[in-house]
């Protein structure tokens, strides 16, 4: 089965420095692998997504992730933090009989602060 | 479009009682999915549907829960009898799955029902 292992559960990061949240993951087939974001009492939205595309993909708020299949990691990065990116933000990969099937990992909590 | 709509947002109930969680999904999406957060286990995908039919209820706990897809815009989660480790957010998401794998989109998540058991 398809997981995801993300690095630290908090991440404290100060405003306008860089961002890097760490995920690896094990799969026996090319994974798709997704990462988003959650905000307190929030449903989750979706930052970006890899799908066996271009490596490096770009999402929403300025994240961006590299595929690294030598590592198996997906990290998500931004070059500058911001107050509002404070949130938490799950690395997920799809697995299932139709490919469609989500799981996630433990989730990172992002700090920012002033 | 509106999104995934959960109701209710917020449900207390004593212990023994019968919850049922609703949600409507995305329109023309046929994948729909129950997922439950706790602190203790983060996300944990309950059941999926594709095409309102069960696909995987593998991480459905027990048989205290069940679910159902009746048409493609209207889904439920029951428990009978609730108990208070149930107590947790449930989400419900949905996905449009495209023939080919690849071609589908990310999933959409509702704004989860916070269900405390007392």
């Known amino acids: 089965a398809q997981s995801v292992t993300q690095l630290g559960s908090h991440v404290s990061v100060s405003e306008g420095a860089l961002v890097l949240l760490r995920c690896n993951y094990s799969s026996s087939v090319p994974p798709y692998l997704f990462w988003y974001v959650q905000y307190p009492n929030q449903g989750l939205q979706l930052l970006l997504k890899y799908t066996s595309a271009a490596t490096l993909v770009k999402g929403i708020n300025g994240f961006e992730a590299e595929f690294k299949k030598s590592e198996t990691s997906f990290h998500l990065t931004k070059p500058s933090a911001h107050m509002s990116d404070a949130a938490e933000y799950f690395c997920a990969v799809s697995e299932g009989k139709y490919g469609n099937k989500l799981v996630f990992g433990a989730g990172t909590i992002l700090r920012v602060k002033s | 479009d509106a999104g995934v709509i959960q109701s209710p947002r917020h449900e207390v109930t004593e212990m023994g009682q019968e919850v049922t969680l609703r949600c409507k999904p995305i329109?023309?999406?046929?994948?729909l999915f129950w997922y439950r957060q706790t602190m203790m286990r983060g996300l944990e995908l309950l059941i999926y549907f594709n095409n309102n039919v069960p696909i995987d209820d593998s991480g459905m706990p027990e048989d205290r829960f069940s679910a159902k897809m009746p048409n493609a815009s209207f889904s439920t989660l029951k428990i009978q009898p609730s108990e208070p480790r149930d107590s947790a957010v449930y989400f419900c998401?949905?996905?449009?799955?495209?023939?080919?794998?690849?071609?589908?989109?990310?999933?959409?998540f509702g704004q989860g029902t916070r269900l405390t058991v007392v």
């Open positions: 329109s023309g999406h046929n994948s």
């Open positions: 998401a949905s996905s449009l799955r495209a023939s080919r794998r690849g071609d589908d989109t990310e999933a959409f």
